[in-house]
């Protein structure tokens, strides 16, 4: 073979591998870059709760109209979907962000620290952006900028889902991802596939974690309603204690874990968090009450914890001579990452951070509302990276001295542009 026909077979060569990557949009991503930054920083100056993010969403929607994206509002009560079709007939994509904040004091001395107070459960609290929704935010209006300027490299159609109240919603509201499901969020056009991220501040910079199937916990809550028999603190014999019936139910609890549960399968969490029962010292009261929350990552063993808790709770109440209920309600389902989608897009990831900063994780039990659109359709939901490289002292999520750095937004928007583009063209 001469030089000419080697130089022609490596142009060749090099011409498929870059039409394998997809268009070139460096320019785009360093175009949004500091504008997301920006955005970033204003959210998290005036960070809202739940159901009550009508400033951010505003700002939201006047981004996406003036992108030339058609625009829904007052979805889910304040939730933003934006549509955007490509040149070309193809499937639609869907990409979410979630744009609530917590009721938490920030700490940070940052130059946008939040100083909003607001009223959560009949009490004055600090408003904050304690678990990265700023950054998720203002990644995918990034996102949005950029696919909104390159539909003639889209075959399909792109949903923009900015979800509200993802850390749930008032007492005795709807909200969240499960009513922005109720309302169709997923149809019209009908979801096949969907994205999402969440930025952690443990984790470096540059780097994505992701697992296939079970991901995060479903989120359950418990109340237990104990019923016994008053009497005076000086005579038990003379009562049925709700106190002491409450202690052993709160053991047998916890023996559904650690002696019925195949936990080298996956985990499960039983966790009483709040017992409330009497009034004064010298007086053993008539009933306890007990709420909790319980987190499983896998649908059999959800249903053999919940079927075991009531059985336990009844029967536990009954040798000790009261009565005890135990009502379950469902917060959040399974994070599942359908494993054929996360096969298919794993390539994309590896190719925008490098092989090496890919990672399997294991299951996590905290829980993820991103779970119910992944009820409609398959989803690809992975970990960002937010912790400055060698940084030593992270906080976790929900601490008033939670941190992100800003560099790490970058990648998230190269990871949702580029697993839309691919999803939609190959």
Request: hydrophobic letters at 40%.
């Amino acid at each position: 073979m001469n030089k000419f026909k080697v130089f022609a077979f490596a142009f060749v060569i090099a011409t498929c591998s870059l039409l394998a990557q997809g268009p070139n949009l460096s320019k785009d991503y360093k175009s949004v870059e500091n504008k997301v930054i920006d955005w970033r920083h204003d959210f998290h100056q005036n960070p809202e709760l739940g159901n009550r993010e009508f400033k951010t969403a505003e700002k939201i929607a006047k981004h996406l109209k003036s992108l030339g994206i058609e625009v829904k509002t007052g979805v889910a009560h304040t939730g933003v979907v934006g549509l955007l079709k490509g040149d070309k007939p193809g499937k639609v994509v869907a990409l979410r962000a979630d744009i609530d904040a917590l009721p938490v004091t920030e700490r940070n001395d940052l130059p946008f620290k939040s100083t909003v107070t607001s009223e959560f459960l009949g009490e004055k609290v600090g408003v904050m952006h304690a678990c990265g929704h700023d950054t998720h935010t203002a990644i995918l209006m990034g996102v949005a900028e950029i696919l909104s300027k390159n539909k003639d490299k889209i075959k399909g159609t792109v949903k923009f889902i900015f979800q509200p109240s993802e850390e749930g919603p008032p007492p005795g509201e709807e909200g969240g991802a499960l009513l922005m499901v109720k309302e169709g969020v997923m149809e019209n056009p009908k979801v096949d596939a969907i994205f999402g991220l969440h930025i952690n501040s443990q984790t470096p910079v540059g780097m994505i974690r992701y697992k296939s199937g079970g991901t995060m916990a479903a989120a359950q809550s418990f109340t237990i309603k104990v019923n016994g028999k008053q009497s005076h603190g000086s005579q038990p014999w003379a009562g049925v204690d709700p106190i002491l019936i409450s202690a052993k139910i709160i053991d047998g609890l916890q023996t559904i874990i650690s002696r019925e549960t195949k936990l080298t399968e996956e985990a499960a969490v039983i966790t009483v968090g709040k017992i409330k029962s009497g009034v004064r010292f010298n007086i053993i009261p008539e009933s306890a009450e007990m709420i909790g929350t319980i987190r499983t990552l896998d649908y059999d063993m959800k249903d053999k914890l919940n079927k075991r808790m009531v059985e336990m709770v009844e029967t536990i109440a009954k040798a000790y001579g009261g009565t005890a209920t135990c009502e379950i309600k469902d917060a959040t389902d399974i994070t599942y990452n359908d494993p054929a989608l996360v096969s298919q897009m794993l390539p994309t990831l590896e190719r925008v951070a490098g092989n090496d900063n890919v990672v399997i994780q294991k299951a996590i039990t905290g829980a993820e509302d991103f779970s119910y659109f992944q009820r409609e359709a398959p989803g690809f939901f992975f970990f960002l990276g937010g912790m400055t490289p060698g940084n030593t002292a992270s906080f976790p999520h929900h601490t008033p001295d939670f941190l992100i750095d800003d560099a790490g937004m970058q990648l998230g928007v190269k990871a949702m542009t580029e697993l839309t583009l691919d999803y939609l063209n190959k």
